[in-house]
């Protein structure tokens, strides 16, 4: 099985799909929720800039209607990105904790349905097998720019370690790093 755009972009999907799970479990106790909350917000983002840089612009280029498909998913992703930046530094027993990540479930499995029963069909049609390749490479690549976040296999590990920054957000700085807006 090769590494081509479909099959990362779909990899990423069942991960965040995986890690929801957890979250939704209501046995797992507050303190891991917000470890795998933070584990799959950093995921999200990288995900989303990586399509951003790599995947929209192929279907821009390649699609038909490739500039409508790529605005709306860009306009998803920001609404996404403003759930998680509420969701960034709120403690998992916040009442309010539940109902934005619910809102977050919800939104992103709106967007992975949308990939993966229109975006991506079209694109593997429309790209050659070569060009799959190419941008799943890129797309691997991309995403391992990413600064580091608490990991959630460590559960031990008091949230101590989180990059704390009295500016910008970690998502905000995330999404510059990766895209290399701030160099
Ligand atoms: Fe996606």
């Known amino acids: 099985m090769t590494d081509d755009l479909i099959s990362v972009i779909m990899n990423d999907h069942r991960e965040v799909e995986r890690v929801f799970a957890e979250l939704e479990d209501k046995a797992t106790d507050p303190r891991r929720r917000r ?3 933070d584990h799959v917000i950093a995921e999200l983002v990288r995900h989303s800039v990586a399509e951003e840089q790599f995947m929209y612009p192929a279907a821009r280029k390649h699609l038909e209607n490739g500039n409508e498909l790529a605005d709306h998913e860009i ?3 920001s609404e996404a990105e403003l759930l998680m930046k509420q969701l960034e530094d709120m403690d998992a027993t916040d009442p309010k904790f539940d109902q934005l990540l619910g809102n977050l479930m919800d939104s992103i499995r709106h967007h992975v349905e949308d990939e993966e029963n229109d975006l991506l069909p079209k694109l593997r049609a429309a790209c050659s097998e070569e060009e799959l390749r190419e941008l799943g490479e890129k797309v691997l690549r991309a995403k391992e720019k990413a600064p580091t976040r ?3 296999q460590s559960p031990d590990k008091p949230p ?3 990059i704390l920054d009295p500016g910008a957000g ?3 700085r995330m999404r510059d790093k990766l895209s290399g807006r701030a160099t």
Request: charged letters at 35%; hydrophobic letters at 35%; glycine letters at 0%.
């Open 35 to 37: 470890e795998l909350a």
């Open 160 to 162: 101590a370690n989180r």
């Open 150 to 152: 608490p990991h959630p």
């Open 170 to 172: 970690l998502i905000d």
């Open 75 to 77: 306009e998803e992703h």
